[in-house]
Structure formats: C-alpha cells, structure tokens
C-alpha cells in the first residue's frame, strides 16, 4: 500500500461516518485543477479520538479540514478561535489555518443562500418554513435572514427545540409552528419556500412532510430538501408542478466556499459540481 508524501499539504473530512462522503469526488478535481499537490482525506473520528485529531492538525502542514456529523458542535473548544457566524450557527464545518492558529469557521450557510438564490430570484418576498430545529435549520435561517426574508417559520416535532432555536437565533424573524394541525395547515397554505432540514427523506418511503400538506402549498412554491437525493418530498412537489431543489448544490457550494478559505484562490465550482453529480449518481446505482 502507498504511503502517503508528508511533505505535501493535509486536507480532510473529520467525523463519524466519513465513508460515503462525496466531498473527496468533488474536492480532489479542484485542487488538482489549481495545481495543488495535495489529496483530499477522509479521516474517520470518533468522539473519544476528536480532540487527539484536532491537535494533530497542529503537527503537519494543514491546507484545512471539513467537519461533518457528529462533530460539529463539539469540535468549537478544540479550536483556537470560532468566527462569529459559526458561533452563532451553532455549529463548524470548516478549520482552517491563520498564522498557526486553528480558526472554525461554516460555510453551510453560504452554501445554502447560494444554492437558493441560483434558483430562486425572488427569496426576500417569501414566507420560508423550515422542517428541523437542529444543526443544518440553524444555517438555513441564518441564510435567509441574510437574503432578506421576513417571516421565517420554524415546526419541530419538539417544540421547546425550536423555540431554543428561535431565542438563539434572535433577532432573526423566526416564528415556532403551532401543534394544532389548523394552525399549521393554515401556515402551510401561505408558505412560498418549503426547506426539509431534517434527516427524514434520505430513503424510500418516507418523507417529513405529508403527500395531504404537499397539495395544500402555493402553486408559485419552492421545495427544497438538503438531502442530496431526489427524495420522495421532491417528488411529490414536482408532481404538483411546484419548483424543486435537492442539497446537492448546497453540499458543493459550501465546499467551495472552504476551499475558497484554504486557498485565497478562485475555485472551479462547475467542475465541483458536475464531480459530485456523478458521485451523487454512482452511489444512487449501487444503492
């Protein structure tokens, strides 16, 4: 087995599964294409390893590390320094290196606005609901605050999450939906920008959101689920004629916008993109 060249730049994926991961398939094709000698990591951590692998960032010539599932709340006190926006959101999915401190950062939310606004022109004029109070909600209604939408609705199935989420979040214009099944059916009639941000949807058969509510959205509404596959929502929203967005442009902006971090250098997004499609569609056909 080869080994790998300790001389060149380390860069990798930190969390627990890394596995089946499409940011090597779309990160390696950049940094290739930007003439940097480095090859993109998957670097499996458990909870009891996290600490021992942050500080093993310290000892090697680090371009940056993602961080994913479990780790990116309990990676904060392990940095040197946390950005505001990832304090705020709860939550870091980029390290990257300055003047050799280790400095978290996220770019979920960067990755979200801009996957929207490629598809949707007209975002600050809609009234958003957001499935899930957890970690990828938090970036999403980050997003949207930023991109000027006004009325933010938040439904979990733990309410007192997203309320927590609501006073975190402050002053962002974030509303929590009501348990009564009028009142929400009444939100969802006026909602023009429907976002799954829960895990709920990665397979067949099951779904967050309900074929009956489906039908009770606008017809000018856009579904979006951060899943990156075409889930059965996103199905029952095209089949209604309604606008839909899978997570997969939001997986590859994000990871842009880190590599944009690491490198100070303009990224080849397009050729990101069409990596992780093929990725995303290779995984589909062994599934």
């Known amino acids: 087995m080869a080994t790998r060249d300790a001389s060149l730049p380390r860069v990798g994926l930190i969390g627990d599964p890394v596995a089946h991961s499409l940011s090597p398939a779309m990160q390696q094709p950049a940094l290739d294409l930007l003439g940097i000698a480095a090859t993109y990591e998957l670097w499996p951590t458990t909870a009891a390893e996290l600490a021992a692998r942050i500080a093993g960032l310290r000892d090697v010539d680090l ?8 780790h990116k709340q309990a990676v904060m006190p392990c940095l040197d320094e946390v950005t505001t926006l990832a304090l705020r959101a709860g939550a870091v999915n980029t390290i990257v290196l300055r003047d050799g401190r280790l400095v978290g950062d996220n770019t979920d939310v960067h990755g979200f606005a801009t996957s929207l606004s490629d598809v949707c022109r007209n975002v600050a004029s809609r009234s958003a609901l957001i499935l899930g109070a957890g970690g990828a909600a938090r970036a999403v209604v980050l997003a949207l605050e930023a991109m000027g939408v006004e009325r933010i609705v938040v439904a979990n199935r733990d309410v007192a999450r997203a309320e927590r989420l609501a006073a975190d979040l402050a002053p962002a214009p974030v509303h929590v939906a009501t348990n009564d099944p009028r009142g929400f059916e009444r939100e969802v009639r006026r909602t023009a920008l429907l976002v799954n941000a829960t895990s709920l949807g990665w397979r067949r058969g099951e779904t967050p959101f309900p074929a009956v509510l489906v039908k009770m959205l606008p017809r000018n509404a856009l579904v ?6 075409d889930t059965d929502l996103l199905q029952m929203a095209r089949a209604r ?3 839909t967005l899978d997570g997969l442009a939001m ?17 080849p997004v397009d050729v990101m993109m069409e990596a992780a499609r093929r990725a995303r569609d290779g995984q589909d056909t062994e599934a």
């Open 251 to 267: 997986l590859v902006h994000q990871g842009a916008r880190a590599l944009e971090l690491w490198t100070g250098r303009d990224v």
């Open 241 to 243: 004629g309604l606008g």
């Open 63 to 70: 371009l940056g590390a993602n961080v994913t599932v479990p």
């Open 224 to 229: 979006v689920d951060l899943t990156y596959r």
